[in-house]
């Protein structure tokens, strides 16, 4: 039999998981991490082998942050919340270096470029920082698993009309389109075609949203209703980090 | 001639933002008006030439010799965001109108992934120190090409009726896609 306290734990660790996949996804929701997202999704294995690596970093990130967040001095978090994912960020280059050297190959600068991925930074900000270890793990996989899935879907979609196939590992594929007669429309897998199919999926998530009554996705910098950035908790948003330069600058 | 090369192929043809994807966040979120994507743009030519100097010194006389450049992607980091505060102080001090036509943008770009994707691209193409900061110079001047024109045509899509599920970043984006194969025709030139 479960005690209240830990049905009460469960229940907050779906709750997040719940929030990273759906509610807060980061990539159609928030349109946060957007370098990545739009630079690897050329194929939907890059989307996984991205989005993978992304979560198991934001996870051991936040997991260390929250078991450090009453020792890291407020005055020197940001610098000390950038080493502890950049360490991260190394041993998961190292071990995808070694044992996965195609998806490695692949990737290229994208791998080390994670430390800079506003996800996990925002993340160890909003979240990790302030609660406890438990949730701040589930806190990180829902919001991994959200940009994996996000990433993926990209990745899958690029894949199949610029390429013709699905789930191409550079050899062989699932299916393949182009034996059939299919012509692939190669800009879509080329650096437009990029903006293209996240600014039609951004369409329809907008959409469905409209449906439910929710706000649309906007340029983040002026997210909230009235332009202001009050009720965000995403501090390294561009928008809101010069919202607040310039209040304190008029100030 | 070769060092033309690379600052032409960085600023345009390799572009950072519309080829590279690096630095999208202050390209989409900066750019509403001409005047503060120009500020903007200002700041990152001078935080990215700066950083790329520095990083490309590190690597080569303090990383390279110890046999650490295993650590550079932490170490770069570190150097970027100590160096961003640095050059903040030091414009308060020396220029305040400088500071304030620049120095709002300056937190923004420590974790502007543009920064750091120079640092290591230029590690990674084996560019010596003055290679590496014409590469990080041109570099930011393509992100300042593309963020100013960016900001010219959102100033005028503010006018247009926009479909509605369209309005806010799907436009933008669409907006980049365009200007993006625009560039492609630079690809020729080199």
Not at chain 2, 69 to 80: E, G
Not at chain 2, 178 to 184: D, P, T, V
């Amino acid at each position: 039999m479960l005690r209240q306290w830990e049905v009460l734990q469960l229940n907050k660790c779906i709750e997040r998981l719940y929030n990273g996949l759906i509610k807060e996804n980061p990539t159609f929701v928030l349109t946060l991490g957007m370098c990545p997202t739009l630079a690897v999704t050329t194929s939907a294995i890059n989307g996984i082998g991205m989005g993978l690596s992304s979560t198991v970093v934001l996870v051991m990130s936040n997991l260390m942050i929250s078991l450090l967040r009453k020792v890291i001095p407020d005055g020197v978090r940001m610098p000390a919340f950038i080493v502890i994912v950049a360490s991260f960020v190394t041993m998961v280059q190292f071990l995808m270096q070694g044992f996965l050297p195609s998806l490695y190959e692949s990737l290229g600068i994208y791998i080390p470029l994670i430390v800079v991925n506003c996800i996990i930074l925002g993340r160890a900000e909003a979240y990790a920082s302030k609660n406890p270890v438990l949730p701040s793990i589930f806190d990180g996989l829902g919001m991994g698993l959200g940009f994996t899935a996000a990433i993926t879907i990209l990745g899958a979609l690029r894949e199949l009309i610029g390429g013709g196939t699905i789930l191409s590992t550079g050899s062989s594929a699932l299916v393949d389109f182009t034996t059939m007669g299919y012509t692939p429309a190669s800009i879509f897998i080329l650096a437009p075609g990029a903006f293209f199919v996240l600014a039609m999926c951004i369409a329809v998530m907008n959409r469905i949203k409209k449906k439910h009554g929710m706000e649309p996705a906007q340029v983040p910098d002026y997210c909230g209703k009235d332009g202001s950035c009050a009720s965000c908790s995403n501090s390294m948003c561009g928008g809101k980090a010069m919202i607040e330069a310039e209040a304190k600058k008029e100030a | 001639m070769n060092l033309l090369i690379i600052a032409v192929a960085a600023a345009l043809v390799n572009n950072v933002v519309l080829s590279q994807f690096l630095g999208l966040c202050p390209f989409l979120g900066v750019s509403k008006k001409i005047n503060t994507a120009a500020g903007m743009g200002g700041a990152v030519i001078g935080v990215i030439t700066i950083a790329s100097a520095f990083c490309s010194l590190i690597y080569d006389f303090i990383l390279t010799p110890l046999d650490l450049t295993y650590l550079n992607t932490i170490v770069f980091i570190v150097v970027i965001a100590a160096l961003v505060q640095f050059v903040e102080m030091l414009l308060k001090k020396t220029s305040p109108a400088l500071y304030e036509a620049l120095g709002v943008y300056l937190p923004l770009i420590t974790t502007n992934c543009a920064v750091l994707g120079i640092a290591l691209t230029n590690v990674q193409n084996g560019y010596n120190f003055i290679e590496s900061v014409v590469a990080g110079f041109g570099t930011a001047v393509g992100f300042t090409i593309a963020i100013v024109i960016m900001a010219g045509i959102r100033e005028r899509i503010e006018d247009n009726d926009v479909p509605e599920s369209f309005q806010g970043m799907p436009i933008v984006l669409l907006t980049a896609g365009l200007m993006s194969i625009a560039f492609f025709g630079f690809s020729g030139i080199l």
